[in-house]
């Protein structure tokens, strides 16, 4: 049973970093895409950080220079480091896993397992 467990989320003020965990268990091949998508309320699923096939790093244009995602395969875990949060980061993140060949990393409907997400609130 594949199962991602994401931790790190919580409530912090404007300008301060936030480390958010994926701990993957049940499914350990590197060649699929994996990253972090972020909800917020009324808005749809947006990738965060995305990691493809090849290994290469997406970032979404508002969380460039500020977010860094990173995989450790032999821990099975995926991180994000936040830093410089903004009130406009608030939103549920999600790990996501795809068992796809091919996948496109960007798009959420290319990933088969979520986590249940953690909450990030960043306040004025």
């Known amino acids: 049973q594949v199962q991602l467990v994401e931790s790190g989320g919580g409530s912090v003020q404007a300008g301060e970093s936030l480390r958010l965990s994926c701990a993957v268990s049940g499914f350990t091949d590197s060649r699929y895409c994996m990253g972090w998508f972020r909800q917020a309320p009324g808005k749809e699923r947006e990738g965060v950080a995305v990691i493809d096939t090849g290994g290469r790093i997406t970032y979404a244009d508002s969380v460039k220079g500020r977010f860094t995602t990173s995989q450790d395969n032999a821990k099975n875990t995926l991180s994000l480091q936040m830093d410089s949060l903004k009130p406009e980061d608030t939103a549920m993140y999600y790990c996501?896993?795809?068992?796809?060949?091919?996948?496109?990393?960007?798009?959420?409907?290319?990933?088969?397992?979520w986590g249940q997400g953690t909450q990030v609130t960043v306040s004025l």
């Open positions: 996501a896993q795809s068992t796809k060949y091919g996948c496109v990393a960007v798009d959420a409907r290319e990933y088969t397992y």
